[in-house]
């Protein structure tokens, strides 16, 4: 079953506010893409879109090369799964998950075997019988997404329905999802706002801020190769340091900086410790220097002794932006006269340092 969705030049205003801006966006058939951004993006306005439930102000959305921007919900061979999951209080799990084979006048006894089929997939067999309020949260959102498998749609659409749960039952759930995704072999729709998700669940990330695509690409690219300043400082955690300078910016994750006792690495910075995050498996550490706040994240914990290090870091692990925030091929000349100015140099003073966190 084929799941290819497209978007093209979608745009949606409410009143005054422009929540679309010229979208376009192909999602291909079998990924796991995850549309990303911070509260008020547009991302779940997009979702909405392509679910049918919004109607764009101008372009189209096709599925396998048919428009579909005209049809109705239930006729576009999508099934949306909820942020509170949208389950019917009064219906037991089966009868939730049957509801909408009803509505297709799908025969009684077929409907029964591909209910039973599909929550014994989602192992839910044994509350088949109970009511939403007596399940718990993660069991919830099985018969969501089983109310959603069963319908056989070409794709899955999802507005964070993970939110709700707490930080555990997330991380259990994050590891359900893409098991359901490698078993059920179709196009997964995922919006979140948090990073972690994204990185980790999606084979496609598209970024969004004030209804632009800021850069869409694989976890690695995104976090690789950011396109521009708003990408390096959404994505990582801590997010990527960020040198001002009068030309543009310079971009360093705090992963790529280590820290050492002498300065003998191919750039140095005089630092103080100013406070340590101790996370068990590795430790973030936020350091003063002559040209600001910075932070370094490294493996291992309680190993630094030395409230005096050096912050070294290499030329091949910078982002160089220009005055405007647009990633510019990396320009090693530029680059190092930039960076010599931070372990010294007399362009020292032309810079300020502006910690991402």
């Known amino acids: 079953m084929s799941g290819n969705i497209g978007v093209h030049n979608v745009v949606k205003d409410f009143g005054a506010a422009k929540v679309l801006k010229d979208i376009s966006l192909d999602i291909e058939e079998g990924s796991f893409t995850i549309l990303l951004g911070p509260s008020g993006c547009g991302k779940s306005t997009l979702l909405r879109i392509i679910a049918g439930l919004e109607t764009p102000d101008a372009g189209f ?17 999508i099934a949306m799964v909820f942020q509170n999951y ?8 089966f009868r939730n998950v049957e509801y ?6 799908i025969e009684k006894s077929e409907r029964r075997r591909m209910v039973n089929e599909v929550l014994e997939q989602v ?6 019988h109970k009511l939403p309020a007596q399940m718990s949260g993660g069991q919830r959102q099985r018969v969501a997404l089983a109310r959603a498998i069963v319908k056989r749609p070409k794709a899955f659409l999802m507005d964070e329905p993970l939110s709700n749960l707490d930080a555990k039952l997330r991380t259990q759930m ?7 995704y490698k078993k059920l072999n179709t196009t997964f729709l995922y919006v979140t706002h948090d990073q972690v998700e994204a990185m980790s669940m999606g084979t496609y990330i598209v970024i969004m801020n004030q209804g632009v695509i800021m850069q869409q690409g694989t976890p690695r690219e995104i976090y690789e190769d ?8 959404f994505i990582g955690s801590p997010p990527a340091n960020i040198i001002e300078h009068e030309n543009g910016y310079i971009g360093i994750r705090p992963e790529n900086i280590t820290l050492s006792d002498t300065p003998d690495g191919e750039f140095c910075l005089p630092a103080r410790v100013h406070s340590a995050e101790q996370l068990g498996g590795e430790t973030i550490y936020h350091l003063n220097t002559s040209a600001g706040k910075i932070n370094v994240k490294i493996s291992g914990c309680w190993e630094q002794e030395n ?18 925030g647009n990633r510019i091929p990396d320009n090693d000349r530029v ?10 140099g007399e362009r020292l003073a032309a810079f300020s340092f502006q910690s991402a966190g």
């Open 61 to 77: 959305v096709t599925v396998d090369g048919e428009d579909i921007t005209d049809y109705e919900p239930k006729d576009r061979h």
């Open 123 to 128: 192992e839910l067999a044994d509350q088949a």
């Open 335 to 344: 680059l190092r006269a930039v960076l010599r100015g931070l372990d010294g």
């Open 86 to 93: 949208a389950l019917y209080p009064h219906m037991t799990a």
């Open 307 to 324: 409230s005096e290090p050096y912050a070294v870091f290499n030329l091949d692990k910078t982002f160089l932006f220009d005055s405007k």
């Open 226 to 233: 950011p396109r521009n300043l708003f990408v390096a400082q």
């Open 100 to 105: 909408g084979l009803k509505i297709r006048k």
């Open 174 to 180: 994050r590891f359900e999802l893409i098991d359901m």
